[in-house]
């Protein structure tokens, strides 16, 4: 019984058993790979990649035409994402501004990008953006929150604390989305800009690399995926008028 409303509920959602396994392997990849030893960063390449490419040879059909059709949008949205990463920094390598040692950039930094935009168009393609907004914020709050239970699992005070500032507030907006999707889009927006002067993420002319690289990282996984869905919020808002 248990089964079979747990499988209505992800057909309902779009996810295959296939989807599924890729989410896990991606999950358990950066999860392991963070907390226990890089090696388990290989995991995330059979998730991220397996089934797209196992869906191109034909040898697996698990996606109607619907999905077929978010999941390309999706990968295009993540190529050009991906170009235009690469050529702001080429550009800012040209202009020597910033030091980024001898590689333009490390191919880690674009992995994550193309990942982030794809999950995120994947999610905007195939949902409504006010569901969508629900998933993904739902998803960054468990996200956090299993890093501070890691980081503070000892600790209750400053498990509460640290919770109720980082945690909280992503479950709060994401049940608000569906109810007011223009006020929490201009939010989101605000809050990724606010988090990148907050946490001073822009890197100062001259800086090194590894910290410019740092920095990157800390945007394409915490600003960007925020103004992405916050703009979609926004702008489903607008058409909605």
Known sequence: MAGGKLKSLFERWGISPIGITALALVFFGFF?????HMAFFLLIAPGAFGPGLLRQ????EDLDECQKQASIQAAHRAYLAGGIFLTCVTVARSWTRLSLGEDFVPASLVLILMLVVYGVSYCLSFWDPRQAAFLVLFGFGLIWLTFVVLSHGNEPIALMVEGALVA???FIAAFLAKRWPR?????????????VFF?????????????????????????????LMGLALFGKALKQE
Do not use: C, N, Q, R
Request: charged share 5%; glycine share 10%.
């Open 57 to 60: 040879l034909g040898v697996i």
């Open 168 to 170: 909280v507030p992503f």
């Open 199 to 227: 946490f001073h993420l822009v890197p100062p002319a001259g800086a090194e690399a590894d910290k410019v690289f740092g920095k990157i990282f800390v945007i394409l996984m915490l600003p960007l995926p925020l103004a």
């Open 32 to 36: 392991l790979g963070i907390t226990i």
């Open 183 to 195: 006020v929490i889009g201009v939010l989101l927006v605000a809050a990724s800009i606010a988090a």
